[in-house]
T-cell receptor, first 113, second 114 residues
Framework: GQQLNQSPQSMFIQEGEDVSMNCTSS?????WLWYKQDPGEGPVLLIALYKAGELTSNGRLTAQFGITRKDSFLNISASIPSDVGIYFC?????????????FGPGTSLSVIP | KAGVTQTPRYLIKTRGQQVTLSCSPI?????VSWYQQTPGQGLQFLFEYFSETQRNKGNFPGRFSGRQFSNSRSEMNVSTLELGDSALYLC?????????????FGPGTRLTVL
């Protein structure tokens, strides 16, 4: 079935470094979403992207909707310890129906103070 | 504004039992979706309820069911529990149905089946 691939699977970085992670698929998506999940909590929406080529920022986070509509990336600048968590991308193919929202396996981020 | 709340936060059951999980959406939100999260399968969509009606359903067996009440609160039921049902069950609420609005997730219910 359809699936999303996220890379890297995990990363360990030094506090203050910039981080880049991406999400790819063989299928086209109409919406890309990026979530962060802390241990023991539900995912929290970071950024939503609705148009191919769209570049959106939320504080130190920047995400882009790939031109081909098959990928998206998330950048975090000047990482801090509270950035630790699992980052999920999610793509939505249709314009309606949550059963068409597919989540990636996540990228685990560790920040070394 | 209070977020999505889920109860209980943790639950331990044995095989063959049934379980009911509860989700209270953000005030004013009428759509509630349920997801199962496991290390192996990731986040998978279970079903979505809007105005007390199931609108969408994922690929899960009939042992998984749900309902929504007139105040938009939702419950999810799993009957005849299996070991593989151990997971974090998340609910998410949104204003309207079907993916046109942002979903906000609750903290989840961690179900362990022994």
């Amino acid at each position: 079935g359809q699936q999303l691939n996220q890379s890297p699977q995990s990363m360990f970085i030094q506090e203050g470094e910039d981080v880049s992670m991406n999400c790819t698929s063989s299928s086209i998506f109409n919406t890309w979403l990026w979530y962060k999940q802390d241990p023991g909590e539900g995912p929290v929406l970071l950024i939503a992207l609705y148009k191919a080529g769209e570049l959106t920022s939320n504080g130190r986070l920047t995400a882009q909707f790939g031109i081909t509509r098959k990928d998206s990336f998330l950048n975090i600048s000047a990482s801090i310890p509270s950035d630790v968590g699992i980052y999920f991308c999610a793509g939505q193919q249709g314009e309606t129906s949550y059963d068409k929202v597919i989540f990636g396996p996540g990228t685990s981020l560790s920040v070394i103070p | 504004k209070a977020g999505v709340t889920q109860t209980p936060r943790y639950l331990i059951k044995t095989r063959g039992q049934q379980v009911t999980l509860s989700c209270s959406p953000i005030s004013g939100h009428r759509s509630v979706s349920w997801y199962q999260q496991t290390p192996g399968q990731g986040l998978q969509f279970l079903f979505e309820y809007f105005s007390e009606t199931q609108r969408n359903k994922g690929n899960f067996p009939g042992r998984f069911s749900g309902r929504q009440f007139s105040n938009s609160r939702s419950e999810m039921n799993v009957s005849t529990l299996e070991l593989g049902d151990s997971a974090l069950y998340l609910c998410a609420s949104s204003l309207s149905s079907g993916g046109t609005d942002t979903q906000y997730f609750g903290p989840g219910t961690r179900l362990t089946v022994l």
